[in-house]
């Protein structure tokens, strides 16, 4: 279980560098409502998030049900802006909601500074709420203190996968997709650079990379590296494997396989690239399916990253995160019965049937629920996926080294270091030590 060390104080809270929520959107955390603050009543519980347009009237209603189940009604806030920081400095001066959403940043500190309540302690007298004891233990540690107890719950997730448009792969000559060459268990590094050297001859661009932690570490441990100890250090610098993985993808971007994303015009992105067919690969989670579900000009799907076997659901990274009860909160039995039940099984199935998040939960149910969805073709693996991922501990115990992690992999691969160089200068500020 995570040791997120010496207790801080709540001033110290407010100046720690904050982790951006751009992950979490991606992961399909957000709500919308109106109001803010702390609750008054006994059966009213206020929810602090920050709104998707496109989810207000599924997590309204979803909201709606739950106070005709326990009569408690909700009042979801629209944190808008720069989350963090106002989510942070309301935690500080004791206006924050009774229920809020957390980000690694967050999480690792309102445990440390006692910002959120021990949800374990309320579960062990309510076990029927939610099956804790099932969450999958690699998602939920950046959640716990050391003893393992839960200071936040898991509400959903989207891990990295391997998303192709099938129509280039055809205008190049692949006669195997990814998909296919992974139930074939031929889906390895080889199998990969050969499909991406027969894409260049489409015009178009094989992959991308940027700066977001889940493309490396993701990319590393998939093809058998290790990219962090069991105590959450980063060891990509010296694990063998690990280098091996680096030096492919910096042999990639030598020979045209791959682009850095910081290189593009400004103002184009990866995802619009694939939406448009001028990308023929993108390393996203689930969180893009809808979009795609509106692109009519090219077929597509997923497979897992490759792996060393060919065949295996190798781990890769994941975004999720947490809903927390505040400490403060007038409400806390009412709080955590929203707690229990957005982020349980009936939580995650409601959000997962919207077709952009995968749970967080090892449920028959809930594995099913993905399975349903006829966007992409191979969508039922995120759950094998999402099985085998992790979620990196440093994120919450070292917020400062995860903000200056985009910036040092930007400009080292600006100033074309080589791959070692950029093992051991991420690992350094990945670790706190640079």
């Avoid at 209603?61 to 979801?76: A, P």
């Amino acid at each position: 279980m995570p040791d997120h060390g010496a207790g801080i104080s709540r001033r110290g809270f407010i100046v720690t560098g904050a982790l951006g929520m751009a992950g979490l959107s991606l992961a399909g955390l957000t709500g919308c409502g109106r109001g803010g603050g702390q609750s008054t009543g006994s059966q009213s519980v206020s929810f602090g998030t920050f709104v998707g347009a496109a989810n207000t009237a599924a997590y309204n209603t979803f909201l709606e049900q739950f106070t005709d189940s326990t009569g408690i009604d909700v009042d979801l806030t629209d944190v808008t802006g720069d989350y963090v920081t106002k989510m942070r400095t309301q935690l500080i001066g004791g206006r924050a909601p009774d229920v809020f959403l957390a980000d690694d940043s967050i999480m690792g500190q309102a445990i440390e500074s006692g910002l959120a309540t021990n949800f374990s302690s309320w579960w062990r007298d309510n076990t029927s709420t939610i099956p804790l004891d099932r969450f999958y233990p690699a998602l939920s540690a950046f959640c716990q203190d050391g003893s393992g107890d839960f200071y936040g719950v898991p509400q959903d997730s989207n891990p990295v996968s391997f998303w192709f448009n099938q129509d280039l792969l055809d205008q190049a000559g692949v006669d195997t997709n990814p998909a296919q060459l992974q139930e074939s268990g031929d889906w390895t590094m080889e199998s990969a650079t050969e499909i991406l050297t027969k894409l260049k001859s489409t015009q178009k661009t094989p992959m991308a990379i940027e700066t977001q932690w889940w493309y490396w570490t993701s990319w590393v441990t998939a093809l058998g590296g290790q990219a962090f100890d069991e105590s959450g250090r980063c060891v990509w610098d010296t694990d063998p494997d690990a280098l091996a993985a680096l030096s492919w993808l910096f042999d990639q971007l030598a020979n045209g396989n791959l682009i850095y994303a910081g290189t593009l015009p400004e103002g184009q992105a990866v995802d619009a690239l694939f939406y448009s067919g001028q990308l023929a690969t993108c390393q996203y989670g689930r969180w893009i399916a809808s979009n795609l579900q509106q692109v009519q000009s090219f077929s597509y799907d997923i497979a897992p990253f490759p792996s060393k076997s060919g065949g295996d659901f190798a781990p890769v990274g994941i975004l999720v995160g947490a809903i927390c009860v505040n400490a403060e909160s007038p409400n806390i039995e009412a709080a955590s019965e929203l707690v229990a039940d957005f982020c349980g099984v009936r939580g995650q199935k409601y959000r997962v049937e919207q077709g952009v998040v995968v749970p967080t939960i090892d449920d028959e149910s809930l594995v099913a629920a993905v399975a349903e969805a006829e966007v992409p073709a191979h969508g039922h693996w995120y759950t094998d996926i999402a099985a085998n991922a992790y979620h990196p501990l440093y994120l919450s115990r070292n917020p400062e080294g995860s903000a200056a992690l985009p910036d040092t992999i930007d400009k080292l691969i600006r100033d074309k270091t080589d791959y070692k160089t950029f093992a051991e200068q991420t690992a350094a500020v990945i670790n706190g030590d640079a």
